[in-house]
């Protein structure tokens, strides 16, 4: 399995673009601690975005997962680009014939998606752990390590986007195209979401069948963290409203991300064998 994952990143740092895009996400990534400096000063009026408990523990687990999870397109950048130069590079005929099996040369690709997911995963709890310890006024273990869920949501969230993404590579063969047919299916889930309200006017129905859909159960795996800050709940009880959300991380939520995981791997196996390559 190294020996496939060895050859995987072989080929993205000799791509040029490929490596910038890798670069500029993890810079990004450590870019969530430039959130800290957010103030704002109108004369009476002082807002300083740290000082709302944002990296709080265990809060901070939830905000940066579903912060960090917005920047998972320059990966799916890569991910899509790094099949379309399989096939416009024929790399991946030559491996073939270099021995490597269909089995194999899919199975390379799932390492690497995974590692990517994997790797995230642990520079978003570095980052997370590090701010926590700056900003946050509980430092106590128990406090500290709880709600570590939304980082194991986060695994599963990138590890099921970019098994999507290898998909569509394959399938579609041409990076942009892929892009845009990514694009165009969160489209088509929102449009049936609209659909499915203007049905039902409560949104129990369409909660219920988008529940099931690739990148919708994706976001079901970390809600917005927003309405949980102390400041958001004091305006809303101002205006006469209540928040009534569940932000919990969900067992049945997973097992559908794992399914359409397995279902992407699967079919991009079943895609290969079926062409002539």
Not at 7 to 16: G, V
Not at 111 to 135: C, E, K, N, R, W
Not at 227 to 242: C, D, H, I, P, Y
Request: aromatic share 20%.
């Amino acid at each position: 399995m190294l020996r496939l994952l060895n050859i995987e990143f072989i080929k993205l740092w000799n791509n040029r673009a490929s490596k910038v895009l890798i670069l500029a996400y993890f810079i990004l990534l450590s870019c969530i601690a430039l959130i800290s400096a957010i103030k704002f000063d109108f004369g009476f009026f002082r807002f300083h975005l740290a000082e709302q408990g944002i990296f709080n523990f265990p809060f901070i687990w939830h905000f940066n997962t579903y912060v960090a999870a917005a920047l998972k397109f320059f990966l799916a950048i890569v991910i899509v680009s790094m099949m379309a130069n399989e096939y416009s590079n024929k790399t991946i005929k030559q491996n073939l014939i270099d021995g490597l099996s269909k089995k194999e040369f899919i199975l390379s690709k799932f390492l690497t998606v995974a590692a990517f997911a994997l790797i995230s995963t642990i520079f978003v709890f570095i980052i997370s752990l590090i701010l926590g310890y700056i900003f946050s006024s509980f430092t106590e273990a128990s406090i500290v390590f709880s709600d570590l869920d939304y980082l194991f949501a986060f695994f599963i969230k990138l590890l099921g986007f970019f098994s999507f993404c290898l998909f569509l590579g394959i399938l579609i063969k041409r990076s942009a195209f892929a892009l845009g047919f990514l694009f165009v299916w969160y489209m088509v889930e929102g449009l049936a979401r609209i659909v499915l309200n203007l049905w039902d006017k409560t949104t129990e129905y369409a909660d219920t069948i988008t529940q099931f859909f690739p990148l919708q159960s994706m976001s079901n795996l970390i809600k917005q963290p927003f309405s949980r800050l102390g400041a958001v709940k004091e305006m809303a009880n101002q205006v006469g409203e209540q928040f009534d959300f569940d932000y919990a991380v969900h067992w049945y939520d997973i097992v559908i991300v794992l399914f359409w995981t397995t279902f992407f791997i699967v079919f991009s196996y079943k895609l290969l064998q079926k062409r002539d390559l």
